[in-house]
């Protein structure tokens, strides 16, 4: 119902119960009507933040055919979502003309976005991408951002082939040094030029495994040669062999080629080995000198002992020659005379044996 005037009452028997017989301005007045004025109004103010918040948004949503709603925006704000990341995603994929190739929703950036991953970071890669021709989907694409893999880099990587050192310079200063077939050291550097591999990313060993293999095989190359001078006239073939033995399986590139930097020539590794050899096997040579010197003193020993045995067998055999005597002088088959001439021979023995110089003197 109307009212004729603001100072009007309300007709009699429709006015409500806690109005009842007071004017509007009078309602106004009073306490609850500026709480009702002041909650309004603070309705209206919130209410119109929102919508300038979101407007701007939702203008170039609309300008740009992204089709995202102002209720949509305000309802990712509500599930945690940044509205203004997948607004701007959602434009980026609409000027690129993703849609061409692929279906990209608006549900699918935001569940991107709450698993974690970066969504403009997976929009500029599949642009760059379908720029290059590259057989990327939307799908692929988020699998890889969420497995931790820099996937706009990976398809820059892919375009434009990156260069690795073997060995890595910024985790060792060294080279790879290695032996040829004639003994003389070998130290040398590669580069390696690598472009990623899309279809093994995920899953696909990294950078370190390709340098570690490109390592490797560089060594195993030189090793089966069999002079170090065919590898200084030739070194491009131990890049051809290398590159041969496909070392790029089960990793996240391939590699295009392998080139040997530098190569320097080092020590001579097979006379320093030769050298240790003999000197071992003149050590080896001592000890079994110094066994046979050591039996030999003992044997000599041996024998010592033995004449020294014998010598005093002989004592004792001498000392039963004048038992021997008795006992004849006794049984009477030695007589005085006999005895006698006896003595006189060796006395005549031992004369000879002091004039020849020998030992004199005999035994009784």
């Known amino acids: 119902m109307a009212w004729a005037s603001i100072g009007a009452r309300w007709p009699v028997g429709d006015e409500p119960d806690l109005l009842s017989g007071v004017t509007v301005l009078e309602f106004l007045s009073s306490s609850a009507g500026i709480v009702t004025l002041v909650v309004g109004g603070i309705i209206v103010l919130v209410i119109f933040a929102i919508v300038m ?5 939702y203008i170039q949503c609309v300008t740009t055919g992204a089709k995202i709603g102002l209720v949509n925006l305000i309802v990712m704000s509500l599930r945690k979502v940044n509205p203004t990341v997948i607004v701007r995603s959602k434009i980026m994929a609409k000027q690129a003309k993703l849609s ?21 970071n997976v929009i500029r890669a599949l642009v760059a991408s379908n720029r290059a021709h590259l057989d990327l989907d939307f799908d692929t694409a988020r699998a890889i951002d969420l497995a931790g893999r820099d996937v706009l880099d990976a398809v820059r990587t892919s375009v434009y082939p990156k260069v690795i050192d073997c060995p890595d310079p910024s985790k060792t200063s060294g080279t790879l040094d290695a032996v040829a077939g004639d003994g003389i050291q070998l130290k040398a550097r590669a580069r390696v030029t690598v472009r990623t591999n899309i279809t093994q990313l995920i899953g696909g060993a990294t950078e370190e495994t390709v340098i570690a293999r490109v390592g490797q095989g560089i060594v195993q190359a030189i090793g089966s040669t069999s002079s170090y001078k065919t590898v200084l006239e030739n070194p491009d073939s131990i890049s051809r062999t290398v590159l041969g033995q496909g070392l790029e399986a089960q990793t996240a590139f391939e590699i295009v080629s392998i080139d040997i ?44 002992a033995k004449v020294q045995e014998s010598r005093a067998k002989v004592v004792l055999a001498e000392a039963e020659v004048p038992r021997a005597i008795a006992a004849a002088f006794e049984s009477r088959k030695l007589g005085l005379m006999d005895y006698y001439e006896l003595k006189n021979v060796q006395a005549d ?16």
Do not use: C, S, W
């Open 261 to 304: 930097a530098d190569i320097d020539v080092g020590e001579n590794i097979g006379a320093r080995l030769q050298a240790d050899q003999a000197e071992a096997d003149m050590r080896v040579a001592q000890a079994k000198a110094e066994e046979q010197r050591a039996l030999a003193a003992a044997r000599e020993q041996e024998m010592v």
């Open 100 to 120: 061409r190739h692929f279906n990209i929703t608006t549900r699918d950036l935001e569940a991107h976005y709450l698993a974690g991953g970066n969504v403009p």
């Open 349 to 364: 023995t031992d004369m000879r044996q002091t004039i020849a110089g020998g030992p004199g003197g005999g035994n009784q």
């Open 53 to 57: 918040r979101y407007f701007g948004m």
